[in-house]
């Protein structure tokens, strides 16, 4: 492996190497990133980074010592300036010393000699567990709204545990003042508003548990927002066709992008949808798909759009890399992954943005809304538009309602079969 990395470099790199201690170790490790899918030039940086930590932790190793973070922090600013000098280049510090990090803890965590950062959790962290445990296995909240509680109450944890005060003296005027410090770090009405609920739900949990029977979580006051106030915040179908057409090339991020486009706005999917879909969930005997919905956890079955069954079958063939993992959509780059609901919200927001496409929002969830928009516009009812996107409520699909259908009628079907 090492004589593959070095072979073009002098011989004295090569030797310097595989001479260094550990190399069995070293050398193992590098073939689990080879595995992972690294390229040559990454899989060099990794062996530079644990020749380094060999080298610089030798006594820790082989005593079995663990190694602190900060030690091996301190370590990587010094192995980052090394290669600056030796390189005779500029380097991207952040990326660098990330990358450092990365894998020299990784390294010495597979050979038992990195000690773990233990951060203790705060003395109001108890609470914040049982909340949520109760929110997901007694209400069967979906994981993101799990998310969304589990910020917003361990902000109001941080801002309070300023106090020293414990979780009982809390009182509504120390809510009031958490909420004037995020309005005035820029959140929005809606926002506020959500941040309100989210506080009744959890001082309503703690009124009935009894850990705060004083507080009356109705006196927790938000902006009034309407449930129509707003229209969907989503691209114009033209500009949906444009978006998918940018795809149309043989590049292999293109070729894995434009199946993922043709998805979000054919069948409205949110991006958790996309992300979980599963090989195992498209039957291409039958030509169906099934969408496992991320918020009602229903699982629906659809027929399979032939341009879209084209589009995830030519990239199954020519793009995807080879790994176990069952998920349809996989990183490009290195480490092999699963493809992150992060990762999709890039994809479609920097095409977008490349393409000098407007809006208030410029994610995966704008296409859902572009695609239930352009359904009803078409003429589809909206209980069909609803089951489509997984609604369990009418209301939940009534904003669409609100948009210019005579306008829209101009845009016209687009055909996909032209895209591949």
Request: net charge positive; aromatic share 8%.
């Amino acid at each position: 492996m090492l004589k593959m990395l070095f072979s073009d470099i002098r011989n004295g790199v090569l030797s310097a190497h595989q001479s260094g201690p550990f190399l069995d170790e070293r050398v193992r490790f590098i073939e689990l990133r080879f595995k992972d899918g690294y390229d040559e030039l990454r899989l060099a940086n990794v062996a530079r980074v644990l020749l380094w930590v060999a080298h610089s932790f030798h006594a820790d190793i082989v005593k079995k010592k663990p190694v602190k973070a900060i030690r091996l922090k301190a370590s990587g600013a010094r192995w980052f300036q090394k290669q600056c000098r030796c390189r005779n280049r500029k380097a991207n510090r952040a990326k660098y010393l990330n990358l450092f990090q990365l894998e020299a803890s990784s390294w010495l965590r597979s050979i038992g000699v990195f000690e773990e950062e233990l951060k203790r959790p705060n003395r109001l962290h108890k609470y914040l567990i049982k909340y949520l445990n109760a929110m997901e296995q007694d209400l069967g909240y979906a994981a993101d709204t799990i998310k969304n509680k589990r910020k917003i109450i361990s902000d109001l944890f941080s801002s309070y545990l300023s106090k020293g005060l414990p979780l009982a003296a809390i009182r509504i005027a120390d809510l009031d003042l958490f909420m004037l410090k995020l309005s005035r770090h820029g959140y929005c009405r809606r926002s506020m508003a959500t941040v309100a609920s989210e506080l009744r739900s959890f001082m309503r949990f703690a009124r009935q548990v009894g850990w705060c029977p004083h507080i009356r979580p109705e006196a927790i006051d938000g902006p009034r927002v309407y449930r129509s106030e707003s229209i969907p915040a989503g691209p114009s179908w033209e500009e949906v066709k444009q978006l998918i057409g940018s795809a149309d090339t043989d590049r292999s991020v293109d070729v894995r992008d434009l199946p993922i486009l043709m998805l979000f706005a054919t069948y409205g999917m949110r991006a958790a949808e996309v992300a979980n879909l599963r090989l195992e969930d498209i039957d291409w005997q039958r030509s169906q798909i099934k969408i496992r919905h991320a918020k009602n956890h229903r699982t629906q079955t659809f027929p399979l759009v032939p341009t879209v069954g084209n589009a995830i079958l030519h990239y199954l063939r020519a793009g995807r890399p080879r790994c176990d993992f069952r998920e349809v959509f996989i990183n490009l780059t290195p480490p092999i992954k699963p493809i992150s609901r992060g990762s999709l919200h890039h994809v479609v927001e920097g095409r977008m943005r490349k393409l000098g496409i407007r809006g208030l929002h410029r994610g995966p969830h704008s296409l859902r809304h572009a695609c239930a928009t352009h359904l009803l516009a078409e003429g589809f009812s909206m209980k069909h538009v609803g089951d489509q996107l997984g609604h369990v409520s009418s209301k939940s699909t009534s904003t669409y309602a609100k948009v210019d259908f005579n306008q829209l009628q101009i845009v016209a079907d687009f055909n996909f079969g032209g895209v591949l």
